[in-house]
């Protein structure tokens, strides 16, 4: 009996110390008072999306349209969307905007409430709706589709009266039921000197969008889910929280410097858009054909946007033939070619990590989710701290000159103020710091050869969590 215990003795000390050093599940960081909603967060990882520009202003030459246009001179000779889908499906980018309606007032679908439309111009016989074949289009290559649709309408009769809030909402049901999913809906607050008084009835604009689009995001200074940046050269504030006070803010005077950094205590999240012109102006002319942003600019506007927390919204409007003009497909197939270049290996992904502190020592808060190419894993410390440093070990010397950095956002943004250090001749330099985060951080530096990192955050708001590190070695192709 006693050789049966004896035998026995091995297995049960095994299973038991087992037992004794499972950690069992973990429970999630708690989540900060204010954090983005599923399509939020869904949008942000988009980082790219494009705007289309495109009304009677295409064929008169002018940025804004006064409303007296003859429908008749809207008639592209070669309209194509299918490639303004393909060009912008080939730069990455996953969402469509297009000025369905811009302030003369000009419909680009066939509108019951208004004869300024499509259905009165020369293209397709009065047949056409761009909307519709937009639509389609986007379906058929996985991209999404949103529309602007603009408050201020210099056609319209009703213009300034408080019927004109209905007219508004007429149209906005037609292009919110006739069109399939609407992804976005950008509503600014532009309006010119001569324009009259009128009080927008933007609470009842938002229920008509959330009652028939319920997860479509709202653009406009004030969001309620993606507000402007405050510029537009696509440049977020170095720091940029996703939180912002709305409740004080105009839609058309809103404090740019507030839009464009954010509030750390603010009450909403509120997405930062960052859109900018590939060309001078917002639609085409022909005199700017020579003027279009360089690869290596647009390269540059993604890291001051998507690199400093915001999403890149690129305006590329079509010509009056109805395409994209080939200058400016040029300048995107070789911007998108660049940043696949660089970020096409991350350096850091056969690394080791540590932490001088992790979450309950758990598992599944290890510093090594940083290196593993999944974003929804992530690193935390324990309740009470602030601040933290983790280590990372390349395993061999390695030359890089871009830094990323992700905080998992689902449960807030937290980061204010951190640094990167690298060691060199057994100390530690400092080679890149920052204040926010938040969904994404590229960090631009000097070539530097390294085996040994650190990432300090120095100051959080609070318990410090990072999903995602990386280290790339940019094309040479950036800098041409």
Known sequence: MFKVIDRLLPVFLIASFACQSDPGPAEDIPPMAVVPSPQQIAYQEQELIGFLHFTVNTFTDREWGDGTEDPSIFDPSQMDIEQWVQTAKDAGMKTLIITAKHHDGFCLWPSAYTDHTVENSPWKNGEGDVLRELSE???????????????????????????????????????????????????????????????????????????????????????????WIGNEHGFAGETNWSTIDNSNIEIGGADTDYLNTGDPDGNKWIVGECDVSIRPGWFYHADEDSLVKSPQQLVDIFYKSVGRNGTLLLNLPPDHRGLIHEND??????????????????????????????????????????????????????DGLTSATLEIDLGEATTFD??????????????????????????????????????????????????????????????????????FKASARESA
């Open 137 to 227: 289009a986007c379906e058929a290559s996985g991209i999404k589709m949103g529309v602007y649709l603009s408050p201020w309408d210099r056609n319209q009769p009703k213009y300034g009266t408080d019927e004109y809030n209905q007219y508004y909402l007429n149209q906005l049901e037609e292009v919110l039921t006739s069109y399939g999913e609407i992804a976005e809906l950008w509503m600014d607050g532009a309006k010119g000197p001569d324009a009259k008084d009128m009080e927008y009835d933007f609470e009842a604009y938002r229920n008509l969008i959330y009652e028939k689009q319920p997860d479509a995001l709202i653009f406009s200074d004030a969001g309620p889910d993606i507000r």
């Open 402 to 471: 871009r830094i990323m950095l992700q905080e998992p956002i689902r449960f807030g943004q937290r980061v204010s103020s951190f640094r990167v250090e690298a060691e060199q001749n057994g100390e530690w330099q400092q080679i890149a710091q920052g204040t926010t985060i938040g969904f994404k951080r590229l960090l631009r530096i000097p070539e530097v050869e390294a085996q040994k990192l650190r990432v300090v955050i120095e100051e959080a708001k609070d318990v410090p969590a990072l999903s995602s590190f990386g280290l």
């Open 329 to 382: 497909v040029a300048a995107l197939n070789e911007f998108r070619s660049i940043l696949d270049e660089t970020f096409a290996t991350n350096l850091a992904l056969e690394a080791t990590a540590t932490a001088d502190n992790q979450r309950q020592e758990h598992p599944y808060f290890s510093p090594q989710n940083l290196l593993d190419d999944d974003n929804a894993t992530y690193w935390a410390t324990d």
